[in-house]
């Protein structure tokens, strides 16, 4: 069996069954954090998750609380090793092979600083950020155990209440703010910064311009929880401890301090002694067969190169591919045979949480810092006057830029839809990049009034030579596989009993704030009624 650091050695898996599964759990709980496991060829399993981000994870972990023996399988690396550096992860102001999925140059959010290309070229590698393109928008999504929690800014937001019939029309309110919403904060480790440091620390400099620019201009402030350790974050400052947000660590990963999923649902996973974890596979086909369906999958290696081809049999399938990964595979699967009972709403319903970036460049007395922490904390709340909520994000570039930059989500009304290109073997998207001129305009509703109150403009040179908005691109791809339409209302796709998808391809386009926790809350809602109606 090949384990995902390249070595050969004996699955945990069987280790686990040989030694009978009350002394595994107990005897090898130490074991459990370390081990690492691949699923056998031929193997026949009870459930499988194809993926490890936020709906795989809390999928596992409760179907694994519940008795049940679950397979995840995961495209990217186990992110667990040091590289030469000593670092797991890349840093972002020094981007080398770890940083993007099997690309030979970089293509950074911000690609051009002061009008120059900052773009540099890597060697090929299952790297973590992938920069997936589309025509019309480029979707940055992370690969790895752990999925986006890898690469996010760990912002966890929970929409205003009165938005949520916007995000989820069809699941009510009561259980998601009572019930599932404090448990996926809670088990997320969401929390607020201590504003007092906030007013004080020079790493929060930008941000405090950014709430000085909100409320002069008569804009709501906010808080944004993060899933940051402050206290780690405060060591950092203090020196007494090694820096990771106040070193400029994002998009690539962070070494220290971010609670990602590794810290938190991937812990309790691997307690239970129930669940392997197969890095470097990749789901490429789900079909019916005796005993459940045949999941199919490619393991790769760190080139990307196809090693060898797995079948397995299992009896329940839940799909938590990301809404791209989830979209991409039912639509090909659908139209190829596959699964051909699919109903027609598959691929469909995909939007860009209304993503847009924009900078502004301040006057030389509204410096926004050197030092520059890369986890964002502040926003800008303008969602019921103008249907933008905007963070205040760092440029940690180590320099004073006079810049305030902005990554802003929007209400929009455009879906894009996922069909099968049977030539090129891919499935398509047709987003139009010219679909983001409503985003742009709500973020505009904001920005132009600071510019106009400031006596500031929009910054040309951050995503190409005099491009003022980032929009091109989305941090937050959803839908493509809706609740309520392509599945039932706890994500039981129409069509195939056994089948389910549990990640962002349920919520229909928009979250009205940042995607993760809802995307946890509603997972920890649909598994709760699946395994107990369907176990
Ligand atoms: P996701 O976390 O994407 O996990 C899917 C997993 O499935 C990935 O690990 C894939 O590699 C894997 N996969 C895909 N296809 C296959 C296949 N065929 N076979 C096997 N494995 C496969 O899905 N959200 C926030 O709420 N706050 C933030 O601050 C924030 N910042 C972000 C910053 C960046 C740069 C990015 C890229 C995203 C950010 N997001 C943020 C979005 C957030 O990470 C995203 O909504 C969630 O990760 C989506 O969770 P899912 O469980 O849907």
Excluded at 50 to 72: E, K, N
Excluded at 182 to 207: C, H, K, M
Excluded at 304 to 325: L, W
Excluded at 401 to 408: I, K
Aim: charged share 15%; net charge positive; with cysteine.
């Amino acid at each position: 069996m090949r384990c995902d650091n390249g070595s050969t050695g004996p699955s945990r898996r069987t280790f686990l069954t040989g030694t009978g599964s009350i002394l595994g759990a107990v005897a090898l709980g130490g074991l459990a954090g370390t081990a690492k496991a691949s699923i056998s060829d031929a193997a026949t399993v009870p459930a499988l998750v194809i993926g490890t981000g936020y709906g795989g994870c809390v999928t596992a972990l409760r179907l694994a609380q519940a008795g049940v023996d679950v397979h995840m399988i995961e495209m990217g690396m186990a992110w667990d090793t040091p590289g030469p550096d000593g670092k797991i992860f890349a840093n972002t102001t020094t981007p080398d092979q770890r940083s993007f999925w099997l690309r030979t140059r970089t293509k950074q959010p911000l690609s051009n600083f002061l009008g120059f290309p900052i773009d540099k070229d890597i060697p090929k590698y299952t790297g973590i950020l992938d920069a997936e393109e589309f025509s019309g928008i480029t979707v940055y999504q992370g690969r790895g155990v752990g999925g986006g929690s890898l690469v996010n800014g760990g912002m966890a937001v929970t929409p205003r209440r009165e938005f949520f019939g916007e995000v989820l029309p069809s699941v009510n309110p009561d259980e998601m703010y009572n019930v599932y919403y404090p448990r996926a904060n809670a088990e997320l480790g969401v929390s607020l910064i201590d504003p007092a440091w906030f007013d004080t620390t020079p790493a929060y400099q930008y941000g405090r311009v950014g709430r000085k620019h909100a409320q002069r201009s008569g804009f709501p402030f906010v808080y944004v929880p993060n899933v940051y350790d402050w206290n780690y974050m405060k060591q950092e400052a203090d020196g007494t401890a090694p820096k990771s947000a106040l070193a400029g660590e994002i998009l690539y990963g962070n070494n220290y301090g971010k609670k990602s999923l590794q810290k938190t649902y991937l812990q309790k996973i691997r307690a239970t002694g129930r669940v392997t974890i197969s890095p470097l596979h990749r789901v490429t086909s789900v079909t019916p067969a005796s005993g459940g369906y045949t999941v199919t999958m490619e393991e790769l290696n760190t080139t990307g190169a196809v090693v060898t081809t797995k079948s397995v049999t299992a009896a329940k399938v839940f799909f938590a591919a990301g809404s791209v990964g989830t979209s991409k595979l039912l639509t090909k699967l659908k139209a190829t045979g596959a699964l051909p009972n699919l109903n027609g709403e598959i691929g469909q319903g995909w939007g860009d949480n209304g993503n847009v970036m924009v900078g502004r460049a301040n006057h030389l007395w509204d410096a926004t810092g050197a030092l520059q922490s890369s986890i964002p904390t502040a926003g800008i709340d303008n969602w019921a006057a103008g249907g933008a909520f905007a963070e205040v994000a760092p440029l940690p570039t180590g320099i004073e830029t006079y810049a305030s930059f902005y990554l802003s989500i929007t209400r929009t009304p455009s879906r894009a839809q996922f069909s099968w290109n049977a030539a090129t073997g891919k499935a398509d998207l047709n987003w139009q990049t010219a679909w983001k001129q409503t985003s742009i305009n709500a973020a505009k509703s904001i920005f132009d009034k600071i510019n106009a109150k400031e006596g500031t403009i929009y910054r040309t040179d951050l995503f190409g030579v005099y491009k003022t908005w980032g929009d091109h691109l989305t941090y937050h791809p959803l839908g493509g596989a809706i609740i309520n339409r392509a599945t039932d209302n706890y994500g039981r796709l129409h069509g195939y009993s056994g089948l389910y998808v549990m990640d962002g391809s349920l919520i229909p386009g928009t979250t009205t704030v940042n995607p993760f926790v809802t995307i946890t809350a509603l997972a920890e809602r649909n598994v709760e009624k699946i395994i107990a109606t369907d176990f």
